[in-house]
């Protein structure tokens, strides 16, 4: 039977770095390149030592195959298996304490209606998703909502 490749998505910066995003513990890791290289193989050692050892030498490829195993077992990475259910660290009271903490400055969109139309602007109609101008002013019942709480929730 053969073995399962670990559920990751590997990438590497312009810079040349390795890096590994670990989907199942959702983290990016910055990696050896033997690591980068051998990921993909581990759980077979025969395979991972006929594959790099004109690269790396037979003890680095073993002892980083025991390295690999040992974090898959103790901290989950490098899971060949895919998530069943997602689970966000925050419920919603905590994301609403974040999102009203200090906050610093506030932007109102008066009117949809400018009057440059420029043509690489997201709104000159051109582009398919995005709304166009429009001749559409935000209420000033919305307008002293907003800065209410703006007010409410910053030190200003």
């Given at each position: ?36 290289d ?34 898959s ?6 899971s ?77």
């Amino acid at each position: 039977m053969a073995a399962l490749t670990p559920f990751i998505k590997k990438f590497r910066s312009f810079t040349g770095r390795n890096y590994i995003y670990n989907v199942n513990t959702n983290s990016i890791l910055e990696v050896t390149k033997i690591l980068y290289d051998i990921i993909d193989n581990y759980k077979s050692i025969l395979s991972a030592k006929s594959k790099y050892s004109k690269y790396y030498s037979i003890f680095e490829i073993e002892n980083l195959v025991k390295e690999i195993a040992e974090v898959s077992r103790e901290k989950g990475l490098f899971s060949p298996h895919k998530p069943r259910r997602m689970v966000v660290p925050f419920n919603g009271k905590r994301e609403l304490e974040i999102l009203l903490k200090d906050i610093k400055h506030m932007t109102l969109l008066l009117s949809e209606n400018c009057n440059m139309r420029c043509e690489y602007c997201i709104h000159s109609g051109l582009y398919f998703y995005e709304r166009p101008h429009r001749n559409v002013f935000m209420s000033l019942e919305t307008a002293m909502k907003a800065v209410n709480f703006f007010m409410m929730s910053s030190d200003i």
